[in-house]
């Protein structure tokens, strides 16, 4: 009887596991039509993406490489969300933490690299730190609406970004030859990541994303202050009754936010662009917001979420290329996939309670 | 549930993985008959449709096609709005394996990823712009780079505004001051200024390569101040195209004919024809060089051409007054 | 900076920060009515997308731009659908459907954009209405009587929605099951009914929104044309306390020095255009962060209501 509980408890976990995913069919079944609609063929186009993001070592390491920004920004979504603040300046963030990381690298570019680069890490860091800090401290002090304020943020770290790309910070190179590109110099080599498979992008920032998922997760459930910082997003009236400083803890939340959104800023420049340019952000901020929700909010969650998200965007791509169908496609897809799959997690809710009732 | 959730991702990754190590052959395309089709693939920043940086390349791109005898001599592929580098260095490298001919980056930014996609694949052909670094010092010789002299057509479309104005004020409005606007907006200022000492030229920038809104009010803010003359740079200033149309003003273009949006207000435009640079270079792979040359759009070279707006009469002195510009930017004695 | 006071330049602010307005005005308005009954729809953005497409095709397909503005609202409508359907029966996390909903209006608008037009093209959109006597109050007259009728709705569903909100039994309604929905429904009020119409009259107001810029504005659509601003007309709904004459005062402070900036650089003052640029979003931080008296969110807002809970 033991044995048949516990095959039960087995398949209907599995179950539930899995109930989200008949959605992404019904999402891929409409992308089908429009594609069809536009003269593809759907079957080659998907072909096309699940080769493209998982079918080989470019792929995988593409996908991976996509993953690593998503995860770091996902993290710090987690950590906010956990402590009951939404965090939408992830843009923002990673645009300074790249712009901090960029300006101590470029202006101490005769530093030995094993000091360098670590520093650069945690200027990008401690940057976005601060930018996410900002509405942090506003809403602590002054009641200032976190979503209103990390939006206009992202809107200011974009100019900011302008100003310095294009003044302070333009590459010597675009002056020179008359081009004035908005973009930086290259960073020296010692800051840059060591590429973990020769020949494409993906770098040892891959790594460092996947040892700060682990740690996330101990400082959120391990430690006193990741307790407190759940305990504020679970009932703030709770907390501030059992004395908590909620007000503290959030904007704590916050920055921590933004310093892990800082430091996917820093590791994209470091390990991928090696020059800080316009456009570094674009999206992921966002998307890494969508990848800590598919993970459920939890640190370990991430990763696989990031993983999957991150092959969704490469694979995507990826198809647009084979089947040669407007790129706008995509995001419409992608719309879709991420609507069907939020939407029907209210299934495995359903069956967790029943079964919670019914024994 | 929390936990349940993110065993069902790893659950759907390994799935994922399992598929498409069973599924390879399918999404592989067969190998090509040799052919002599020449295919020429481009990845762009904006859409085919800006109306400005990337639709007068696309456009060009068509050009030669139908030139060479159609999708059985050329066969074109792209893939636009790719603004964010690693997408575009990826779709780069992608159509490089699939044995593209040419591959163009049609995007500043993307120089460094060109850098190190174009050693692994020595046959093909690379082409980037706007830039005048083709990597050579580097080692790499299949790389060939463009840019435009956006400053020249500038300088003209100055001159003309500057003679047309009656007010003697001409507003410009760009995305952010950096790269092809800059360098556009200056030519024009100093055309302006050079045509008709003691025209008052305004400038605004909005920040953004896509805010069509900010754009048009930039347009309003100009007309307000007593401009009748208006310019402006990126995908965005179709907004303020509009404006110029509803207050009667006129509107000069640039990178791309914008007569179409509005008829009665676009005076003239600067166009980039990108066809002789890529006609060259597709004679240039054909023989067997596959980069090494900075290419540069100018009046000299044809590359850049004042389309005037045949339904808007320009006065003879004028258009004399821009040609002549035009030929001292060509034989040097004007430096916009 | 003298010149940055003349009389020219202060009624140029005026009337550009009153164009620059509408569209803020539309969406945030209606996204108040969403977020008063609970529901935080970060997806405007894309609903505004897809409202300034289908009313600009419709508007240049049938020669009629009021056709235009009803496919708008319509368009609005089934989106504000769409996320009603995954937001409140489907009791989704409601940032990441609102992100979901962004992403497909943005990807199907440019779809249908290059399927269906394929070019910028321009249109003839709602034309001006010169108020008779008042706008011919010196000065301010034509500033502010001789807009499109787009313009003059946007201002007057201010009051609308205030009266409407807090003096109408419905409005009550509203407010009640975004503060605590359990108790509205032990009152009897259909929680889910309500929240329904609040999301999709949102999503009618986002689709005019961007309707107004494409129809009315603007008049012509270019994929990603609305460039942030629908999330920056949720942020004006925490501006606004989530009363329509707060959304106003934000929607105005935004524009109005949105336009002075534009002034600044046209006038040749010499600061950084970047700088420039950044003053209405900083302004609207420091405006709310010292100037305002802040307000309780709705206590049920992002909160999916089930029956029987508690």
Known sequence: MADRAGVKRVVNRTVEALLPLLAVPVAFLIGAVMLAALGANPLEAYGAMLQGAFGDKSGITQTLVKATPLLLVGLGVCIAFRGGVINIGGEGQIIIGALGATALSIGFRDMPGWFLLPMSLIIGALAGAVWGGIPGVLKAKLGVNEILSTVMMNAIAVQFSNYLLRGPMIDPKEIEQGTRIAQSALLPKSVWLTRLVPQTLLHSGAILALILAVLVYIFLWRTTIGYRIRAVGLNRDAARYAGIRVPFYQALALILGGGFAGLAGAVEVMGVQHRMMENLASGYGFSGIVAALFGSLHPLGSIPASVLFGGLLVGADKMQRAVQVPSSLIDALLGLVVLFVVGSQIWSRWRARRRETHG | ?336 | MDELFKLPVLLGILYSGIRLATPYLFAAVGETFAQRSGVLNLGVEGIMLMGAYSGFYVGMKSGNVWLGLLAAALVGILMGLLMSVISITMQAEQGISGIGLHLFGLGLSSLLFKTTLGSVESINGFKPVRIPILADIPYVGEVLFNHNLLVYAAFLLVPLSAWFLSKTTFGLKIRAVGQNPQAADTLGVNVIAVRYFCVCLGGMLAGIAGASLSIALINLFQENMTNGMGFIAVALVYFGGWKPYGVLAGALLFSFVNAFQLWVQVLGIKIPSDFAIMMPYVLTILALAFATKRAQQPAALTKPFERGEN
């Open chain 2, 1 to 336: 549930m929390k936990s349940t959730l993110s065993r069902m991702l790893a659950l759907v990754m390994l799935v994922a993985i399992l598929a498409a190590g069973c599924a390879p052959a399918a999404a592989t395309p067969a190998p090509e008959a040799v052919s002599t089709v020449f295919k020429v693939a481009i990845v762009m920043p904006s859409s085919i449709t800006d109306m400005a940086f990337s639709q007068s390349m696309f456009e060009g791109l068509k050009k030669v096609q139908a030139e060479m005898g159609g999708e059985s001599a050329m066969e074109i592929a792209y893939s636009e709005n790719l603004f964010k580098v690693p997408d575009a260095a990826a779709a780069i490298r992608d159509y490089a394996d699939k044995g593209y001919n040419l591959v163009i980056a049609h995007g500043s930014q993307y120089g460094t990823s060109l850098e190190q996609v174009a050693p692994d694949f020595p046959n093909t052909a690379f082409a980037w712009g706007t830039s005048v670094d083709t990597f050579q010092a580097s080692g790499i010789n299949n790389v060939f780079a463009y840019q435009a002299e956006a400053q020249q057509g500038g300088y003209v479309l100055g001159t003309i505004a500057a003679l047309m104005s009656k007010t003697g004020i001409i507003g410009e409005t760009g995305p952010v001051d950096a790269g092809d606007a800059k360098l556009y907006i200056e030519g024009f200022q100093k055309g302006a200024e050079a045509a008709k000492p003691g025209t008052t030229v305004s400038v605004t920038y909005t920040g953004s390569f896509s805010d069509v809104s900010l754009m048009a009010t930039a347009a309003e803010t100009h007309i307000a101040a007593g401009a009748d003359m208006l310019t402006g740079s990126s995908q965005s200033v179709v907004g303020a195209i509009g404006v110029a149309k509803d207050k009667g003003v006129y509107w000069f273009g640039t990178q791309w004919d914008q007569t179409s949006l509005a008829p009665e207000a676009v005076l003239a435009s600067q166009v980039y024809d990108w066809s002789g640079i890529i006609k060259d270079m597709i004679d240039s792979v054909q023989k067997g060089v596959m980069g090494g040359k900075a290419y540069t759009l100018t009046f000299k070279n044809g590359g850049l051409v004042i389309s005037y707006n045949s339904a808007i009469t320009v006065p003879a002195e004028v258009k004399a007054a821009a040609d002549a510009a035009i030929a001292g930017i060509n034989d040097g004695t004007i430096v916009p």
